[in-house]
């Protein structure tokens, strides 16, 4: 009898979950001595007890080697005592860290002493900006500039020296089940101008940062600020803060925050201006391999209005240096979300965030500049002004495009704006407008929107939004609402919501996955630990109910997920697996491949489920999904498998989506293969590729890129993008090959 196609995982998971070391009863003490700067043992002072930080002026600033050996930072009061959130929440952290924090007329430093007792089992993790910070060691700070408790500046690195940060808005909100990342809470692509710098010795390791004022947003001088800072010891999967944190919560629980005194930053006005020069060729293969040639310029500039608020102008806008789309197998009959890559519409992102994220989004970016098959719409030029003003933030957007006729695409005219009045306890209310004109009376639409927020205690909060829209040539209801509320404690996780969109209900500037329906939600989840089980971190049973409903009652889809065992163990492998029943309701024929349609009718399946991964900063790590059981009229064979291999500054990663479906209709297949590798030169220097196939356009694509960063995302960069339609492998058809070189730079005036 061969194997299950569980048992590699679950024999992999097993060899490799050996448990983290114990922790000491004590943190380790401080070094008086720290790299070279003599240093008072301030241990748990009181200060650090009741987390309050200070700033110290200074009028030489530091060099950022980091190397921490000026006589500056002996100036600044270190904070320490680091309490660890995981695994054993409360205790001292199993390796002492301490921070300093300076500042004069132009930036805000930070110091961080990351002590470590074993230096050679330091965890570097990939050498790419903004790369994942849970498989590797890393240092974060969090800034609540105008201590609001909702929004913040995050900044970040690892041994490696990468940049690493982010914008933090209602505290990160991340649904019950959803880790954090690149969601409505937190705005991982934000992508700010400050400079940090690494070193290592035979005590562990240390960083230096500079933040100049000009990046962030804040409100009067002399202002206290919010501040926190965390560690993450990878080869123990550790995670501990200054300010303590419960382990239900986020990092950007800004609520729980400490305090930094002692800063007196500068009212400025910074101005700063980004060109770009852009050259290219393409070869369109498909007309005889006819060659053209590209050359643009425009930019970017940033003005700041005041301290807090910021006017961001945009002229012939490209995006040629953005990654491609990722290919994927779509089973449904509703459209999939790809989320925005483009720098431009990325900063202050989450500020537009309104409605039920990737299924109702009043607002969704992608909507502007690219067609409905994802080709590029020039931009012609618009501006943008967000920030903080009288007590409230505030989000104002313009932009024009310029038609296509190929396309199909008119020229049109996109306003946004957004204000959002933030109350105490995580609680906040906002309006939303949108209008999108093209040419003629007809050709418009506008949607108004009202959501709010309500924190109960620390553990429950309350989630409501409304919307209406405007179309010249719809009549029935184009209203939609959502209700949503959440509950987190250490031991339980749970979500309620209900949500109704009205038939007509049509936000053309947003995304919206399906319209004329009724919906519930219900998510319980129960965190179990046994203290006794090093090698177990978290054992999380749960279970969770989807129900859509026409607004004549029609059971359009359902799906119960009965989870009874999802383990979580101390290296951060996991391992679960669940029995899954689905409805799916046709009210029409369902074309899901070619020659093969599904009639109409309701469809009752249940399947099995698992999901997997080794430990992810492992040099070798793998995770996959495996879903089998019924499927519409018959069966389906859903497996999901990647493979990653880190080296040093290399990676490398594989991965494969195979469907096999079998319907009394037809049967068919669904392939989507996916290579990334990556090299990195320095910090600021890569070379990244991605190549893809998909069986079902025959087609195979690569996207090469070639990046010298400089501050905030600029910097020198070459791109290859090449598609060739299968035909056979010994003579593959080429269908289009372009090459662009483009260079921005960032100046700045103050």
Known sequence: ??????????????????????????????????????????????????????????????????????????????????????????????????????????????????????????????????????????????????????????????????????????????????????????????????????SQDEGGWYAEFRIPFSTLRYGAPEAVWGVNFARFLRRNNERSHWAPIPRQFDFYRLGLAGTLEGLAPPPQRPISVTPYLLGGTERDFTTGGTR??????????????????????????????????????????????FPEKRPFFLENAGLFSVGARRAADLFFSRRIGLSQGGLPVPIVGGGRVTGRSLGMNVGALHIQTGGVDELGEPANAYTVARLLRELPNRSQVGVFAADRRGDGTDNQNQTFGLDGQWGIGDAISLDAWGALTRTPDRAGREDAFGLEGSYASREWRSTVGYREVGEDFNPEVGFLQRAGYRRAQVDVLRAIRVESLGWLREYQPHIQYRAYFGLDGFHESAWIHLDPATFQFSNGALISSSVDWTREG???????????????????????????????????????????????????????????????????????????????????NATVARLRLGYSFRPNIFAQSLVQYSNRTDLWSANVRFGWLGTAGTGLFVVLNEAQGMGDLVDPLDRDRRVVVKYTRQFDFR
């Open 1 to 198: 009898m061969p194997p299950s196609p569980l048992a590699l995982p679950i024999v992999w998971i097993l060899l490799t979950a050996s448990p983290a070391p114990d922790a000491p009863e004590t943190s380790s003490p401080i070094s008086p001595s720290v790299t070279g700067v003599a240093v008072p043992d301030t241990g748990d002072t009181a200060e650090a007890m009741q987390s309050v930080a200070t700033a110290v002026r200074i009028d030489s600033p530091p060099v950022i080697d980091g190397i921490l050996d000026e006589e500056v930072w002996a100036r600044a009061p270190a904070v320490s005592g680091f309490t660890q959130q995981e695994p054993r929440e409360g205790e001292p952290a199993t390796e002492a860290t301490e921070v300093r924090i300076l500042y004069d007329d132009r930036a805000i430093y930070i110091g961080a002493w990351l002590h470590d007792s074993d230096p050679t089992r330091i965890v570097e993790g990939e050498h790419r900006r903004d790369s994942d910070l849970s498989v590797s060691d890393a240092f974060v700070v969090v800034f609540d500039t105008f201590r609001d408790e909702q929004n913040g500046f995050v900044f970040g690195t690892t041994p490696a020296g990468i940049e690493y940060d982010g914008q933090v808005r209602q505290q990160g909100t991340t649904p019950t089940f959803r880790m954090p990342g690149r969601d409505a809470g937190f705005n991982l692509d934000w992508d700010g101008s400050w400079e940090v710098a690494t």
């Open 292 to 337: 053209g040639y590209t050359g643009e310029v425009g930019g970017d500039a940033k003005i700041g209005l005041t301290p807090s608020l910021s006017l961001d102008l945009t002229w012939n806008t490209d995006f040629a240096q953005v990654e491609v789309d990722e290919q994927r197998i779509n089973l449904t009959r509703f459209d999939l979300f």
């Open 586 to 668: 046709l009210r029409e024929p369902f074309a899901i491949a070619p020659d093969v349609v599904v009639p109409a009718g309701r469809y009752d399946n249940w399947d099995f489920r698992t999901m997997w991964n080794t430990d992810l900063s492992a040099p070798l790590s793998a995770g996959g999904r495996i879903t089998v059981g019924g499927f519409l009229s018959g069966t389906q064979a859903d497996i999901s498998q990647n493979v990653t291999l880190r080296r040093g500054a290399s990676v490398g990663e594989l991965q494969l989506n195979h469907a096999r479906v079998n319907l009394d209709e037809g049967r068919f």
